[in-house]
Antibody, heavy 117, light 106 residues
Framework: EVQLVQSGGGLVQPGGSLRLSCVAS????????IDWVRQAPGKGLEWVGR??????????EYAAAVKGRFTISRDASKNSLYLQMNSLRSEDTAVYYC????????WGQGTLVTVSS | SYVLTQPPSVSVAPGKTARVTCEGD??????VHWYQQKPGQAPVLVIS???DRPSGTPERFSGSKSGDTATLTISRVEAGDEADYYC?????????FGTGTGVTVL
């Protein structure tokens, strides 16, 4: 069974940092792209970025809104994907999801990040 | 930036047909995916690659494209279909989601 289990999240002050985790099981992690998607309270879905698969050198790509502040990384030995979020702003407050690409056919349960003083 | 425009809401009676549109420039040349999201839950892929149904998606759900519009059609609507629906494409190496449509079953 394909599963993506997320952890991390919570309350952080503006300018602070947080790391989210996404642990995959039930499929060959290195063969797949994995995306991060977020959803601000009461708003629609917004793409954050993605990690390409091993065949594509695990290259990362980011949305303009987070480029330079967020970093995606993988630990293949742990089947884990991470989203390191720095210089957080109030507008980063959202539920963050990881999802298996290309068609986002499986999603994590989501984790809430609240940026507030 | 690339924009996918959806109607904010669609209302439909049980047993009838709901159509959710997604307008975007040259969308006919792009691959469209559709997601269903119920309150408090993660999105679920219901249509992939324009018109494919992943396992688990009822046959009542179908996808199509014509001109600059993609359409998600839900036939014989049931109460359980009430949810938000999002279209999505790739544009210049960025994943773009539509504005979202809330489907209400009357």
């Amino acid at each position: 069974e394909v599963q993506l289990v997320q952890s991390g999240g919570g309350l952080v002050q503006p300018g602070g940092s947080l790391r989210l985790s996404c642990v995959a099981s039930g499929f060959t992690f290195s063969d797949h792209y994995i995306d991060w998607v977020r959803q601000a309270p009461g708003k629609g879905l917004e793409w954050v970025g993605r990690s390409r698969n091993r065949a594509n050198s695990y290259i990362n790509e980011y949305a303009a809104a987070v480029k330079g502040r967020f970093t995606i990384s993988r630990d293949a030995s742990k089947n884990s994907l991470y989203l390191q979020m720095n210089s957080l702003r109030s507008e980063d407050t959202a539920v963050y999801y990881c999802a298996r690409a290309h068609s986002l056919d499986f999603w994590g349960q989501g984790t809430l990040v609240t940026v507030s003083s | 930036s690339y924009v996918l425009t959806q109607p904010p809401s669609v209302s439909v009676a049980p047993g009838k047909t709901a159509r959710v549109t997604c307008e975007g420039d040259k969308i006919r040349s792009k691959t469209v995916h559709w997601y269903q999201q119920k309150p408090g839950q993660a999105p679920v892929l219901v249509i992939s690659y324009d018109s494919d149904r992943p396992s688990g998606t009822p046959e009542r759900f179908s996808g199509s494209k014509s001109g600059d519009t993609a359409t998600l059609t839900i036939s014989r609507v049931e109460a359980g279909d009430e949810a938000d629906y999002y279209c999505q494409v790739w544009h210049e190496d960025h994943r773009v989601f539509g504005t979202g449509t809330g489907v209400t079953v009357l």
